[in-house]
């Protein structure tokens, strides 16, 4: 079955330190994929996405994301943390047997120490 | 411009009673998702809504759940008998005319606590 996963649940990172989240996905074709971020009381908010082109995304907030047909994989960067930055983030697919529904990973949340 | 927005923001039940959640989309959205989350467990996708249309509810539970959009507004998503494991966090999203090729706009959440 399709799936993604993020091997990390949780990271913490000291401000101004630099970030990479992992997202690795089990997909046939070309996958369309996205990076959301969830702060506290929040929505999810959309960071970047993964169409097709260039492999290497930029995203709101600072964020980018590359996208490695080699490995599966879409890990998400970013230079220096802001204690902002604190969420938990999502990566996701769009389902390859629905184009209905994204498939999401489990979340990693990140903490970020002043 | 209003976001999505999602009513109530928590909801406490004993299980066997009824729970009904609302989602108003962004305004001219014609696409429009429920998820839900359970506690420690991925965002799943419930279904999704075309205006007033079901598009897909491949991801809907059991029958106990039941989702509307009369007149492809606002839409409900109603929980009878709640049973404990329907806890959980269910979101909405909304999105323009490519669906999820959309950016997805996400409500804030229902966090629902059966006891």
């Known amino acids: 079955a399709q799936s993604v996963t993020q091997p990390d649940i949780h990271i913490t990172v000291s401000e101004g330190a630099s970030l990479e989240l992992r997202c690795n996905y089990s997909?046939?074709?070309?996958?369309?994929l996205f990076w959301y971020v969830q702060s506290p009381g929040q929505g999810l908010q959309l960071l970047l996405k993964?169409?097709?082109?260039?492999?290497l995304v930029q995203g709101i907030k600072g964020f980018e994301a590359e996208f490695k047909r080699s490995q599966s994989s879409f890990n998400l960067r970013k230079p220096s943390v802001h204690w902002s930055d604190a969420a938990e983030y999502f990566c996701a697919v769009v389902s390859k047997t629905s184009y209905d529904k994204v498939i999401f990973g489990p979340g990693t949340s990140l903490s970020v120490i002043p | 411009e209003a976001g999505v927005t999602q009513f109530p923001s928590h909801s406490v039940i004993e299980k066997g009673q009824t729970v009904t959640l609302r989602c108003d989309p962004i305004s001219g959205h014609d696409n429009l998702y429920w998820y839900r989350r359970v506690m420690g467990k991925e965002i799943k996708f419930l279904l999704h809504f075309v205006k007033e249309s079901k598009q897909d509810e491949s991801g809907m539970p059991n029958n106990r759940f039941l989702a509307e959009r009369t007149g492809g507004t606002y839409s409900t998503l109603k929980v009878q008998p709640a049973e404990l494991e329907d806890s959980g966090v269910y979101f909405c999203?909304?999105?323009?005319?490519?669906?999820?090729?959309?950016?997805?706009?996400f409500g804030p959440g229902t966090r629902l606590t059966v006891l």
């Open positions: 993964y169409f097709s082109g260039d492999t």
């Open positions: 997909y046939g074709a070309t996958p369309y």
């Open positions: 999203a909304s999105s323009g005319p490519s669906g999820v090729f959309d950016e997805q706009f």
